[in-house]
């Protein structure tokens, strides 16, 4: 290995079974200071038919703007390969022994 050269790291992280369950949400709110951002995620239900709507706080993470950042990325690129694979699965199927003109 060259002087320069880093070793391969590779993260080795564990979960607990019940941090491996994970949490649902179906709301977050984002905000953010001049040294964090702050996502909130809650589970709300919007079948209550009140003035207000109850839910509770699942999780809230406080990140760097550099992490902001690349979470925002690899959300983006998920999301984009989420979707290219989602609108193949909907192309019309093409009957191969009578392929159109």
């Known amino acids: 290995m060259e002087p320069d050269e880093q070793p391969d790291r590779q993260l080795n992280i564990h979960f607990t079974p019940e941090e491996m369950a994970g949490h ?3 709301f977050a709110n984002v905000s953010h ?3 964090e951002f702050t996502i909130t995620f809650a589970r ?3 079948e209550f038919d009140g003035p207000e709507i109850p ?3 699942v999780s809230r993470i406080n990140l760097s703007p550099q992490f902001m950042g ?3 990325d690899a959300m983006q ?3 984009d390969k989420f979707t290219a694979r989602e609108s193949i699965r909907d192309l019309p ?3 191969s022994d009578h392929p159109e003109a």
Do not use: F, K
Request: no cysteine; charged share 30%; net charge negative.
């Open 33 to 35: 200071s001049d040294y």
């Open 44 to 46: 709300v239900d919007h």
């Open 77 to 79: 690129d998920n999301w």
């Open 24 to 26: 649902y949400a179906n």
């Open 55 to 57: 839910g509770v706080v």
């Open 93 to 95: 199927e093409v009957d």
């Open 70 to 72: 690349e979470l925002l």
